[in-house]
Nanobody
Framework: QVQLVESGGGLVQSGGSLRLSCAVS????????MGWFRQAPGKERDFVAA????????YYTDSVKGRFTISRDNAKNTVYLQMNSLKFEDTAVYYC????????????????WGQGTQVTVSS
């Protein structure tokens, strides 16, 4: 059983930064592509960023390009999401997910999910 545990969420002022972490256990981490999604109240779960198993490929939704950076450390079985210049509209529950698929932007392609971590940006 693959387990994903997110950490690093919290309350931050607009313009501030947070770094989310997601620790993975139960499967060879380096065989999994990883993604971050977010869900605001009353909205669907949306793609934020993804990274291939090797780390060579990274992908972002347009609204976070230039502000967020996804990275991974295969030695630590951990994926990160560095979030800079945070905006009020970034407020959401952020979920880490893992997939064996090459389709990385759709939540339906992910096999495993974390429990989520709340990010709240005050305006």
């Amino acid at each position: 059983q693959v387990q994903l545990v997110e950490s690093g969420g919290g309350l931050v002022q607009s313009g501030g930064s947070l770094r989310l972490s997601c620790a993975v256990s139960g499967r060879t981490f380096s065989s999994l592509a990883m993604g971050w999604f977010r869900q605001a109240p009353g909205k669907e779960r949306d793609f934020v960023a993804a990274i291939t198993w090797s780390g060579a490929g990274t992908y972002y939704t347009d609204s976070v390009k230039g502000r967020f950076t996804i990275s991974r450390d295969n030695a630590k079985n951990t994926v990160y999401l560095q979030m800079n210049s945070l905006k009020f509209e970034d407020t959401a529950v952020y979920y880490c997910a893992a997939t064996t698929s090459v389709v990385l932007r759709s939540p339906n392609q992910y096999n495993y999910w974390g429990q989520g971590t709340q990010v709240t940006v005050s305006s």
